[in-house]
């Protein structure tokens, strides 16, 4: 369940919207964070308890944004590289295939030292810099092989 940390949060959170129902994508990044990168049920309960919503009405909004994992944990680096037209374009398959060899997963796995996991997502919005990927909350943009070797080495 929620921390008190996370729940002063919350409530810190509430302070910056019309009204409760507003604050659920700010809510579920808090909740997220207290449970170590990822939405639990009962987290998704108890934001739609204090922001009188309805469970479901929490948990579509945590569907629909991947931003959010609510399907299983991720690693402590999570990768999520975008392979939208700019990027593909750009190379994207060849970074994520030469990133699945170097970390020895596959898309959508974790390593089993639970350090990354590695997904794609449909855009990132940085098409100007493409290709680009997202680590945590950090973007990385113009990449090239050698450009990714460097940043999961500073990650290891």
């Known amino acids: 369940m929620l921390s008190e940390n996370a729940k002063?949060?919350?409530?810190?959170?509430?302070?910056?919207?019309?009204?409760r129902r507003s604050a659920?994508?700010?809510?579920?990044?808090?909740a997220q964070a207290d449970g170590g990168g990822s939405l639990t049920k009962?987290?998704?309960?108890?934001?739609?308890?204090?922001?009188?919503?309805?469970?479901?009405?929490?948990n579509a909004a945590a569907a629909f944004y991947t931003m959010y994992n609510v399907k299983k944990p991720v690693g402590r680096y999570y990768i999520q590289v975008c392979r939208n037209i700019s990027c593909s374009l750009l190379g994207a398959e060849h970074l994520i295939k030469h990133m699945e060899k170097t970390l020895g997963i596959k898309t959508g796995e974790t390593t089993k030292d639970s350090k990354f996991t590695i997904t794609t997502v449909?855009?990132?919005?940085?098409?100007?810099?493409?290709?680009?990927?997202?680590?945590?909350?950090?973007?990385?943009?113009n990449l090239t092989?050698?450009?990714?070797?460097?940043?999961?080495k500073s990650l290891k």
């Not at 009962?42 to 929490?58: K, N, S, T, W």
């Not at 092989?145 to 999961?152: A, S, V």
């Open 8 to 19: 002063k949060d919350i409530q810190a959170a509430l302070r910056k919207y019309p009204n």
């Open 24 to 30: 659920v994508m700010d809510a579920l990044r808090i």
């Open 42 to 58: 009962g987290a998704m309960e108890e934001v739609a308890q204090i922001l009188d919503m309805r469970p479901a009405e929490v």
């Open 122 to 141: 449909e855009c990132l919005g940085s098409c100007g810099t493409a290709p680009m990927m997202q680590i945590n909350d950090d973007f990385h943009e």
């Open 145 to 152: 092989t050698e450009k990714i070797d460097g940043i999961l």
